[in-house]
């Protein structure tokens, strides 16, 4: 496998697209690319059409796809203001299917369709949503019932929040609803999510609750066990739970000792000062663990950098060949003191590989094997090298 990439930053959308196909091609030294992905910042809104030509003129017809983003990662770099386009494009990585997918409202509620995951199928789907027309949360929880084993990975589209309205690649098109995707069923793609928080107190087991409710925690109100941590807590841990409180679901609850990176991150969104009750961001169920946790930049830093380690050594020794790269539009410099801090760490990690990728409203990864939404989290693609790749090459 081999990548090339390019970062291009003007507002022009003829030149932003012949630039960044010309030296991404370029990168891939004449070999015909496989796979392209594309990222633009919010100046192509409008443009996306023009954009999408330009690179197609020099590429040619290719399984393509991508979207308009708030934020656009090309390098070691995130670009969070100005004009942007990030194109990665990638040979050698077996077929490519690339597929349209679209939530059609129904008497009965809504259905899903425009692709079919099939069982038992190997490899990995990218995918891209709109954050306003599609509902990523109800596929993802589909396919971890019916469809176990599929992996996906990517994140919702951030281009055009104020306005809600997305514009998304596919191929030579461009859509503004649905969600687009790649299969990629021989090549062999490593990913990791990193969702940035850290335990605090004691782990609980949901002793009552009612659809995303939780009612007792070890059987006492979740604020009254809240209120004992925060008392034994520092200021500053303190300060974090007060600043965005968040609850740790256990994925294997089986396994003995839990660390950072062993929970599902999901947002406390309401609490009940009478009955002691809060609110989380998902189902919840009476026997699942859960455990209160903080989150803030040196955790988010502490937790990627931990993964990307981890996931440098499982290489063996073998060369990453590119990434890909889908960080919250919470995280950047809404997050840390300094710019580019994900794309920084991966290139300092994983090396001078070529990287794209974009802020999303959502993040979409597995953890322990079960495929979720996330928020606030980096969820990273790694495309190992052929054996007889030279690192850096592309």
Not at 53 to 77: H, K
Not at 233 to 238: D, F, I, K, T, V
């Amino acid at each position: 496998m081999k990548a090339g990439a390019a970062l291009v930053l003007t507002a022009d959308p003829e030149e932003a697209g012949g630039r960044a196909a010309g030296e991404a091609c370029a990168a891939l030294g004449g070999i015909r690319p496989a796979l392209g992905v594309l990222f633009a910042s919010g100046h192509f809104l409008s443009s996306a059409e023009t954009l999408l030509r330009a690179i197609t003129a020099q590429t040619g017809p290719i399984p393509l796809v991508g979207c308009i983003a708030e934020a656009v990662v090309g390098g070691a770099r995130e670009v969070e203001s100005g004009p942007a386009v990030s194109l990665w494009l990638a040979a050698g990585l077996g077929p490519v299917e690339t597929f349209a997918m679209e939530f059609v409202r129904t008497p009965s509620g809504g259905a899903i369709g425009g692709y079919r995951f099939e069982p038992g199928r190997p490899g990995i789907h990218l995918m891209i949503c709109d954050p306003f027309t599609f509902p990523a949360d109800d596929l993802l929880a589909h396919l971890n019932q019916h469809v176990p084993h599929t992996v996906i990975l990517g994140g919702m589209a951030s281009g055009g929040l104020d306005q809600r309205q997305s514009r998304l690649f596919l191929d030579g098109r461009v859509l503004s609803q649905g969600a687009v995707g790649a299969y990629l069923p021989e090549a062999e793609v490593h990913t990791l999510v990193s969702q940035g928080c850290r335990p605090v107190g004691n782990p609980y087991t949901v002793t009552a609750a009612s659809g995303n409710v939780i009612h007792e925690l070890g059987g006492r109100p979740p604020m009254e066990r809240l209120q004992d941590l925060a008392g034994a807590l520092s200021a500053r841990e303190r300060e974090l739970l007060a600043s965005g409180l968040h609850v740790g679901m256990v994925v294997d609850e089986y396994q003995a000792e839990r660390r950072q990176g062993d929970f599902v991150i999901r947002g406390v969104i309401a609490a009940d000062q009478e009955s002691g009750a809060i609110a989380v961001g998902d189902q919840v169920e009476v026997g699942q663990t859960v455990q209160f946790q903080v989150r803030d930049a040196g955790s988010a830093d502490e937790d990627l950098r931990r993964m990307l380690e981890r996931e440098v050594a499982a290489l063996d020794g073998r060369p990453p060949a590119g990434a890909l790269l889908f960080t919250c539009n919470g995280r950047g410099s809404r997050l840390f003191s300094e710019p580019d801090h994900d794309a920084e760490l991966v290139a300092r990690l994983v090396g001078d590989v070529p990287v794209a990728g974009c802020s999303c409203a959502g993040e979409l990864g597995p953890v322990a094997g079960r495929n979720y939404l996330h928020g606030f989290t980096a969820s990273i693609a790694v495309f190992p090298a052929d054996p007889e790749t030279p690192q850096g090459v592309g």
